[in-house]
């Protein structure tokens, strides 16, 4: 079922300059659970989903919410991407399948193959070319949970698992030069839940945070040289809603994780690339209860 705000709460959208850290307040939402900002190519607009469907916010006048059509596609969750030349959306949905939507509206296209009962694709990433989409499968294994990173060809064909174990992998993205996938991972963890970034090129895998805290959803900057991601507090099982102390942090390859924001919310604030094309800014949603 889709998410629905609390009694009190609100989604509030933001977009952050990181060199400053400046924060604009772009749209208030105290009906509408909104989640997961893509920016468009073109800088123009954002696109979030909310009660299974999808939505853009014209930036120069964020007032409203205008609902893209879905061309008949079952209800949506908060993992979907933007084409590199912004013509296609991609989106998971609760059917556990991907879908392509023109980013205008109309008929859908399924890209996913069935892979059998319980296997639910969620989507996160698309190749700089646009000919490959990153995604999570997460299937049952003896009553396990297991989550690996896959690949698909964006226009269909077959899936190409990167990483097999039983760690708990989430968030595949592709950085810009289309050799590395970014992700989240507990694999290198001593204790339940506490995952970290990684990224990996299909032949070896990389960490990239060493910290006490949880971090999740990492997405390169379209030049390369950072990358945003949410930060739980130590001891924060998966990716929870609704949690004090979420920080939006900066890694570069010179600095040591940067704190951009901190929030309450977590699920919903910024699962899905939401970096402005000239990675000057990043957009995200938080959801105060007062």
């Given at each position: 079922?889709?998410?629905?705000?609390?009694?009190?709460?609100?989604?509030?959208?933001?977009?952050?300059?990181?060199?400053?850290?400046?924060?604009?307040?772009?749209?208030?939402?105290?009906?509408?659970?909104?989640?997961?900002?893509?920016?468009?190519?073109?800088?123009?607009?954002?696109?979030?989903?909310?009660?299974?469907?999808?939505?853009?916010?014209?930036?120069?006048?964020?007032t409203e919410l205008e609902e893209i059509?879905?061309?008949?596609?079952?209800?949506?969750?908060?993992?979907?991407?933007?084409?590199?030349?912004?013509?296609?959306?991609?989106?998971?949905?609760?059917?556990?399948?991907?879908?392509?939507?023109?980013?205008?509206?109309?008929?859908?296209?399924?890209?996913?193959?069935?892979?059998?009962?319980?296997?639910?694709?969620?989507?996160?990433?698309?190749?700089?070319?646009?000919?490959?989409?990153?995604?999570?499968?997460?299937?049952?294994?003896?009553?396990?949970?297991?989550?690996?990173?896959?690949?698909?060809?964006?226009?269909?064909?077959?899936?190409?698992?990167?990483?097999?174990?039983?760690?708990?992998?989430?968030?595949?993205?592709?950085?810009?030069?289309?050799?590395?996938?970014?992700?989240?991972?507990?694999?290198?963890?001593?204790?339940?839940?506490?995952?970290?970034?990684?990224?990996?090129?299909?032949?070896?895998?990389?960490?990239?945070?060493?910290?006490?805290?949880?971090?999740?959803f990492p997405h390169p900057s379209p030049?390369?040289?950072?990358?945003?991601?949410?930060?739980?507090?130590?001891?924060?099982?998966?990716?929870?809603?609704?949690?004090?102390?979420?920080?939006?942090?900066?890694?570069?390859?010179?600095?040591?994780?940067?704190?951009?924001?901190?929030?309450?919310?977590?699920?919903?604030?910024?699962?899905?690339?939401?970096?402005?094309?000239?990675?000057?800014?990043?957009?995200?949603?938080?959801?105060?209860?007062?």
């Amino acid at each position: 079922m889709p998410r629905t705000l609390r009694p009190g709460q609100r989604a509030d959208l933001f977009v952050v300059e990181v060199r400053t850290g400046e924060r604009r307040l772009v749209l208030i939402s105290p009906e509408l659970l909104f989640e997961a900002p893509n920016w468009s190519p073109d800088g123009d607009w954002l696109v979030v989903n909310g009660d299974g469907r999808l939505f853009r916010i014209p930036l120069a006048d964020g007032t409203e919410l205008e609902e893209i059509d879905l061309g008949g596609v079952p209800a949506i969750n908060n993992d979907h991407v933007l084409s590199p030349d912004g013509s296609t959306v991609y989106v998971s949905a609760d059917d556990g399948h991907l879908y392509a939507v023109p980013a205008a509206g109309g008929s859908s296209r399924r890209v996913s193959n069935d892979r059998g009962a319980g296997f639910h694709h969620y989507l996160h990433g698309v190749s700089p070319d646009g000919s490959t989409l990153a995604y999570i499968g997460l299937e049952h294994r003896d009553a396990t949970r297991i989550a690996n990173v896959w690949t698909i060809p964006a226009a269909g064909g077959a899936d190409v698992q990167i990483t097999d174990d039983e760690h708990a992998d989430d968030g595949s993205e592709y950085g810009p030069d289309g050799k590395w996938i970014y992700f989240n991972s507990e694999r290198e963890s001593t204790e339940p839940g506490h995952a970290q970034l990684f990224r990996t090129s299909g032949e070896v895998v990389e960490q990239l945070t060493f910290d006490e805290r949880v971090n999740w959803f990492p997405h390169p900057s379209p030049n390369g040289s950072m990358i945003a991601y949410v930060s739980f507090p130590p001891g924060t099982l998966g990716h929870p809603a609704d949690v004090d102390d979420v920080r939006l942090r900066l890694l570069t390859s010179d600095d040591e994780p940067r704190d951009l924001v901190t929030l309450f919310g977590g699920q919903g604030t910024m699962n899905v690339p939401s970096w402005s094309p000239n990675s000057t800014h990043f957009a995200y949603v938080a959801y105060p209860t007062h």
